[in-house]
């Protein structure tokens, strides 16, 4: 089992919609409480059913002008409350434990928005970030909110991956940082714009 060795699984969810499966649980040796977030299983399937419209982030302090993906929020939502009250209890079990989120693809999207909702819905229980290959979340006005609530958050894009540049810009979303792009054999920390045209946005991606 390689790295998952001790890890002790103790939720599972799965949205009927995207199909996108959850799961949380923890690992003693490495004192980490983890809730992971896979990516469809037809990954072109929601691109090309992606909701585009943004909803209001509601029932969020403080989080004036603040927008995310519809499609997105309505994955989350599905479990959004099971699930971090499920992460809240494992925290009450283990207060020394680290939380982290972590996702690919869709899963990149919904770890942004569970983390957020566990740190915001669930006073002092910090979340550490990290995703790959994830998409756009919402506005600026939200990447900013994301900033104020989550003190680290990493994503990874690799090379020409077309994901993380949906949806388009044009569209009015703005990545969260920090973005770390995996380009020729290398890795590159990218500025903390979330938006850095010297990283994957200097990327040409077809619209069509």
């Not at 691109?47 to 603040?66: C, E, M, Q, S």
């Not at 982290?100 to 928005?113: D, E, I, R």
């Amino acid at each position: 089992m390689g790295n998952t060795t001790g890890f002790v699984l103790t939720g599972y969810w799965t949205d009927p919609v995207t199909k996108t499966e959850s799961f949380s649980g923890y690992h003693a040796e490495s004192k980490a409480i983890i809730l992971a977030h896979e990516g469809s299983h037809n990954t072109e399937n929601w691109i090309t059913n992606l909701k585009f419209k943004k909803a209001d982030l509601v029932d969020y302090p403080n989080a004036t002008g603040a927008k995310v993906h519809r499609g997105f929020q309505e994955a989350w939502e599905g479990a959004g409350q099971e699930v971090s009250d499920h992460v809240a209890d494992l925290v009450e079990r283990f207060p020394e434990y680290r939380v982290y989120a972590t996702g690919h693809s869709l899963g990149g999207a919904l770890a942004v928005l569970s983390s957020l909702y566990v740190t915001v819905k669930k006073p002092h229980v910090p979340v550490h970030v990290y995703t790959f290959g994830a998409p756009r979340v919402g506005n600026d006005a939200f990447q900013l909110y994301f900033q104020s609530q989550i003190e680290n958050a990493v994503r990874v894009v690799h090379s020409t991956d077309i994901v993380p540049h949906l949806p388009f810009r044009f569209l009015g979303y703005h990545h969260a940082p920090l973005e770390v792009w995996e380009h020729n054999g290398g890795y590159k920390v990218c500025n903390g714009s979330g938006e850095d045209p010297k990283c994957s946005d200097s990327v040409v991606v077809p619209t069509a």
